[in-house]
């Protein structure tokens, strides 16, 4: 694992406003950090 410890409460969020919205992962919100990041944490 590289770079800092991912904000876990950040990354459950960003995952719930996608489950909610059902937008592509590519258009989650600047707040929650790069889509990429959130995704890999989803899919682990």
Do not use: H, K
């Amino acid at each position: 694992m590289r770079g800092p410890i991912p904000n876990l409460r950040q990354q459950f969020n960003a995952v719930m406003w996608r489950s909610r919205t059902g937008s592509p992962w590519r258009d989650l919100r600047a707040e929650y950090g790069p889509w990429s990041t959130v995704y890999d944490g989803f899919r682990s």
